[in-house]
């Protein structure tokens, strides 16, 4: 079992940075595939970052490509996404995600989820 537990999220003017962060608590977060997805009111849960095991590898949403970076510390048991050059449309409730199968978070098959972070921005 994993307990996911995010922190970070407020509000912010457009234009400005936030940075999330996922404590995991139970097994060892290394031995998952890690991630972030939001979700906007009125909106499916869809995608944003994940990375590997290692953090050899991540991916990206394209319209937050060069914007967040997604990084862990697993010696910390930690997952992060730094979040820059926010705007209006990145208004949602951020949630943590553990995945032992694919390194490409899906929403299908991720075990476990945190209880989520609400980010907004404001214009």
């Known amino acids: 079992q994993v307990q996911l537990v995010e922190s970070g999220g407020g509000l912010v003017q457009a234009g400005g940075s936030l940075r999330l962060s996922c404590a995991a608590s139970?097994?060892?977060?290394?031995?998952?595939?890690m991630g972030w997805f939001r979700q906007a009111p009125g909106k499916e849960r869809e995608f944003v970052a994940s990375i590997n095991r290692s953090g050899s590898n991540t991916y990206y949403v394209d319209s937050v490509k060069g914007r967040f970076t997604i990084s862990r510390d697993n010696a910390k048991n930690t997952l992060y996404l730094q979040m820059n050059s926010l705007n209006p449309e990145d208004t949602a409730v951020y949630y943590c995600?553990?995945?032992?199968?694919?390194?490409?978070?899906?929403?299908?098959?991720?075990?476990?989820w945190g209880q989520g972070t609400q980010v907004t921005v404001s214009s």
């Open positions: 139970g097994r060892t977060v290394s031995s998952f595939n």
């Open positions: 995600a553990a995945d032992p199968i694919y390194a490409r978070l899906r929403i299908g098959t991720v075990y476990y």
